[in-house]
């Protein structure tokens, strides 16, 4: 079974900085991609930033120059420092996991989606 948690989350004023923290563990192969997503009352959930198992990030043009993700592959872990937060950073972030259960899935893209339970962000004074 495979178990994604995210911690970090809190109230933080405007400009100010917070970071979160994911780590996966239960019995796998590997992670292709990880990243960190977000949603707000009545809408999708959108992408952040996720990076691959090379360390390569992709950022959501809203999270560009402000946010920084990481990955630790030996750890399973990943963290997102959020600096410059404003008004409209707050939601609840998750944090997913694409996990492969063999060595031909891993290398074939092959993998299941596993999200955490969610964090809540909210940026007010």
């Known amino acids: 079974q495979v178990k994604v948690v995210e911690s970090g989350g809190g109230l933080v004023q405007p400009g100010g900085s917070l970071t979160l923290s994911c780590v996966v563990s239960?019995?796998?192969?590997?992670?292709?991609?990880m990243g960190w997503f977000r949603q707000t009352p009545g809408n999708e959930r959108e992408l952040v930033a996720s990076?691959?198992?090379?360390?390569?990030?992709k950022y959501a043009d809203s999270a560009k120059g402000r946010f920084t993700i990481a990955r630790d592959n030996a750890k399973n872990s990943l963290s997102l420092q959020m600096d410059s937060l404003k008004p409209e950073d707050t939601a609840v972030y998750y944090c997913k996991a694409e996990v492969s259960w063999d060595y031909r899935d891993h290398v074939g893209n092959v993998w299941s989606d596993y999200w955490g339970q969610g964090t809540q962000v909210t940026v007010s004074s």
């Open positions: 990076v691959n198992e090379r360390g390569r990030p």
């Open positions: 239960g019995s796998f192969f590997g992670i292709v991609d």
